[in-house]
């Protein structure tokens, strides 16, 4: 504990540079991952006041709360926001920006510049994307499918899609940094095989974030010029073709969403080793996962097009594929669960999330094989079947990630604990929240209740009411962690160098880390997840 | 300093904190430029797909359109590109060889191509708005609908067939316009001597990208311009 | 990036060659060779954007493969995105 006592009055990031040009023109990875957190935490509340507004709107069968209009805007937004103001960015832009340089043993990221100016693309957008709101939104749906878009909508579409071109820049130049840290700067002795995990997920991500955004940059960009300039290029009138538009934005927003899971199968490679103190079973396997999940994930986008036109024959070659993709990810969820087997578990709040993930990433993966088989996805395609599926990966699976994740590094990045058993309840208040909230949802959709409705037949009510009902749940589970994060920053406990006993290179450094990261340069000699070699610390930080 | 986000110029030949040695610096430049280069292929891909598309949907309409341009003024342009490619990679080994002068020459001579084949570009595309080829209210395609008698023109497919060329030449410009402001920076830091064997990255990296941009237009130049120039019988 | 610094007039005889192929180009559109126009005109495309990242961009002697597999990826993934999108496209009226 005296290094501790030490550890919080030494040098580090947080104390080296006081006021707001030291933080607004930083290029301390460090510091910019948190502008980053701050910002996409704006964001997420933003989106989650729409999401309220929506289930506000359908706890009732009549539309009441909002008109017909109103309803599209705010599922429209909510989805943009919560995809490409928070989803896309939260783990890499905050965890990976704090995490990759100090995983490997850099000082730094290969391009500090470029990645402070990644944080000022994204805000540029979120500004854009704000004065779209206030100035009357989006009522496209977050996919901006054509002619609607183009031709029909009268809403901000023009804005909102120059907003997330720009976004789309931000995310393309964090994967830039990200792949060339990783293979260029990692300290001697640093192999591949003995990166962690988390490191080759982040990889992966990049790899996704590169090929793929640029796609969906030149899709919006054509969707602005088509709408500002009147060309016809998606207009079935005039010879256009609208799937044209769903395959290229579909080309990116598929392998998207694995931008938003991968970074969550990072963080809980490195929780599940650390809270079983074991090597994650099958490193190898769950490495080049990451990569396969990556690749396979740039072949399936059609899926979502199944039922919209597209050839029977492609849409076999889809629905194989979709199936196959499948399979990356659950060798990830048997090799994790593998890894528990003789463990010893420690039930700390990253761990509780890590459970929480396991589960409602596994349920969400297996309904998108439901989705996959073309006769189902015919009955349930747009339908709450849908929706339901995509949170429990997105939700129950990327956010829980999030969440785990910052509890698991908020020792290392702010130099406290949390308060434990807050941790312990806001973890167990969001999954029963969530489950409540989208479980029903699964039911509804089977039903046949579709997806975007502001109204709907009486008889699923009660299921509505219910999802509704978890969605407040699910909203306290939220707004504690802010709370006591927040809270731990001035009155939390002093954290060592490391509390929880766990390896890797970021916890051989001061909580919180010096500036440039580590005294010295570090060497590798031992394999990642050493957990033989680290003594599990007594009474781990369980305390109040 | 530049401020261009997309160049990755450092400051100055003095290692990067951040960085173990000057190799590693450079490494990390190479690679980042190439995996910038990358998302460019794929940024111009998607309006490549576009265009696939619609030529095997519009084959006739995208041949006349083809046939609306001007063959000469599109080669001229491509020898253009082609020559500042040339002063680009020898600008790359006068900077290897430590040749001040003749770097800034050459770089020079590049910025002259490059403005040569933007001027050029902004006469056909003047050509284009006289016949009323550009897209939107005024677009008429009559001349080339009585031109070819013999295939059936529809004009709202040859509008597709404009977006097109103008989306995919107005992007492959502002990637030229970029380029060539980031080559005044390189030339003013050339003259001022900044570029040594030691250290000569960034005229490196401009040249990789001004490369890049050459290579777009090759496959521009046939696919927009070589549809089918056979002679009508 | 290799070190190794290439004679002027190496560089003259790519660009006589990339010349060349253009005045090529050019000149084989006007001769009817049917579906091999496209293919023509496509490979030719090909040899002079090869002739550019190969010997103008260096990439034929730089020591760094990892540049190598950065640049067949970007190919190979534009190759799926149009493969897999003309998949549908080339089977819609099989249907």
Redesign the interface.
């Known amino acids: 504990m005296a290094t501790a006592a030490i550890s919080a009055e030494r040098e580090n990031y947080l104390n080296k540079e006081y006021g707001i040009r030291s933080w607004l023109l930083t290029t301390d990875h460090k510091r910019i991952a948190l502008l980053y957190l701050a910002s996409i935490t704006f964001f997420f509340f933003i989106g989650g006041f729409f999401a309220l507004l929506i289930r506000l709107e359908l706890l009732t069968p009549a539309g009441d709360l909002v008109q017909a209009d109103t309803y599209n805007k705010l599922f429209s937004m909510h989805g943009q926001v919560m995809i490409f103001f928070f989803l896309i960015p939260s783990i890499p832009a905050v965890l990976g920006n704090f995490l990759v340089p100090l995983m490997i043993g850099a000082k730094d990221l290969a391009f500090p510049r470029i990645n402070l100016l990644s944080w000022y693309l994204y805000i540029i957008a979120g500004t854009i994307y704000l004065h779209c709101i206030v100035t009357g939104g989006v009522d496209t749906g977050w996919t901006f499918y054509t002619p609607f878009s183009t031709a029909f909508s009268n809403t901000r579409v023009i804005e909102a899609g120059i907003s997330i071109f720009i976004a789309g820049f931000s995310s393309i130049l964090t994967g830039l940094n990200f792949v060339v840290t990783i293979h260029r700067m990692r300290a001697p002795g640093m192999t591949w095989s003995r990166l962690p995990l988390f490191i080759w997920a982040m990889y992966a991500t990049s790899i996704i974030q590169l090929l793929g955004t640029p796609v969906l940059a030149i899709t919006l960009l054509l969707v602005v010029f088509e709408r500002a300039f009147n060309l016809g290029i998606f207009d079935p009138t005039r010879g256009g073709d609208p799937l044209l538009f769903q395959h290229l934005f579909w080309f990116y927003s598929h392998p998207a969403v694995y931008i938003m899971i991968l970074p969550a199968m990072a963080v809980e490679s490195e929780v599940v080793a650390c809270f079983t103190r074991k090597r994650i079973f099958g490193y190898n396997f769950v490495a080049m996962s990451s990569i396969a999940i990556a690749v396979f994930g740039f072949l399936v986008w059609a899926h979502h097009m199944f039922v919209a036109g597209i050839s029977l024959y492609s849409a076999l070659v889809f629905s194989i594929l979709s199936y196959l993709v499948a399979v990356p990810s659950a060798i990830k969820v048997f090799n994790w669960t593998a890894t528990m087997y003789k463990g010893s578990i420690s039930f700390t709040t990253p761990m509780l999330y890590a459970f929480g993930f396991i589960g409602l990433f596994t349920m969400g993966g297996l309904t998108g094989l439901f989705l996959a088989c073309l006769g189902i996805d015919v009955h349930v395609h747009d339908t709450y079947f849908v929706i339901a599926h995509f949170h429990y990966i997105m939700v129950g699976g990327a956010v829980m990630g999030y969440l785990g994740g910052l509890h698991f590094w908020w020792p290392k990045i702010s130099g406290r604990m949390y308060p434990e058993a807050w941790g312990r309840l806001a973890a167990l208040l969001v999954f029963s929240g969530f489950n409540l909230t989208f479980f029903p949802q699964f039911i509804l959709g089977y039903m046949g209740m579709p997806r975007r409705y502001w109204q709907y037949p009486p008889e699923f009510q009660v299921l509505n009411v219910l999802s509704t009902a978890g969605s407040t749940i699910l909203a306290i589970g939220y707004v504690l962690p802010m709370v006591y994060f927040l809270w731990s920053m001035r009155y939390g406990k002093i954290a060592s160098d490391n509390p929880w006993g766990a390896a890797g290179l970021e916890w051989k450094t001061s909580s919180p880390p010096p500036t440039f990261n580590f005294d010295e340069e570090p060497e590798v000699t031992w394999e990642a997840y050493n957990y033989e070699q680290i003594p599990a610390p007594a009474e781990v930080n369980i305390e109040r | 300093m530049s401020d261009s ?1 997309i160049a ?1 110029e450092q400051h100055g030949p003095e290692l990067l ?4 040695d000057a190799e ?1 610096q ?3 430049a ?3 430029m ?17 265009y ?3 030529r ?3 084959y006739n309409e995208f041949a006349a359109g083809s046939r609306s341009l001007d ?1 000469y003024l ?2 001229i342009n ?2 253009v590109l ?2 500042s ?2 002063t ?3 600008g790359v ?1 006068a900077a ?2 430590g040749k001040r002068k003749l770097l800034v020459v050459l770089l020079l001579l590049t910025i002259v191509f490059g403005f040569a084949f933007l001027a050029i570009k902004g006469v056909e595309w003047y050509d284009k708005y006289k016949e009323h080829h550009i ?3 005024a677009f008429n395609v009559d001349d080339l609908v009585k031109d070819y008698p013999q295939i059936h023109i ?1 004009p ?2 040859e ?2 067939y404009f ?2 060329y103008f ?1 995919m030449t107005g ?1 492959h410009a502002l990637h030229m316009i970029i380029g060539v402001g980031i080559f005044m920076f390189l030339t003013y830091y050339a003259w001022k001597g900044r570029y040594t064997p030691k250290y000569y990255t960034p005229i ?1 990296m401009g ?2 990208y001004w ?1 890049f941009v ?2 777009v237009w ?2 521009l ?3 927009l ?7 009508l019988r | 990036m290799s070190e190794h610094i290439m004679s002027s007039k190496f560089y003259y005889t790519i660009w006589i060659a990339l010349l060349c192929l253009t005045v090529i180009t050019a000149a084989v559109s006007f001769v009817d060779l049917g579906p091999l126009n496209t293919v023509v005109a496509l490979v030719i495309a090909t040899i002079k954007a090869l002739l550019v990242v190969l010997f103008f961009m260096h990439v034929k002697y730089t020591s760094e493969k990892l540049t190598k597999i950065v640049i067949v990826s970007a190919i190979f993934w534009l190759f799926l995105l149009l493969a897999l999108s003309m998949a549908d496209y080339a089977t819609r009226l099989l249907s």
């Not at chain 2, 190439?34 to 576009?50: I, N, P, Q, R, Y």
């Open positions: 986000p990755v904190h951040h960085f173990v590693q450079r490494d990390a190479s690679l980042g190439w995996l910038f280069l990358a998302t460019e292929v794929m940024f111009f891909g998607g309006m490549f797909c576009a696939l598309i619609y095997y949907w519009y063959i599109g080669t491509t020898a082609i020559c490619s040339l680009v990679a020898l080994r290897q060889m897209p939107g209210n529809d709202r497919h509008q597709i977006s097109l989306a992007l490196e040249g990789l490369h050459d290579i090759i496959y130049f046939p696919l311009y070589l549809i089918d120039r056979k002679p």
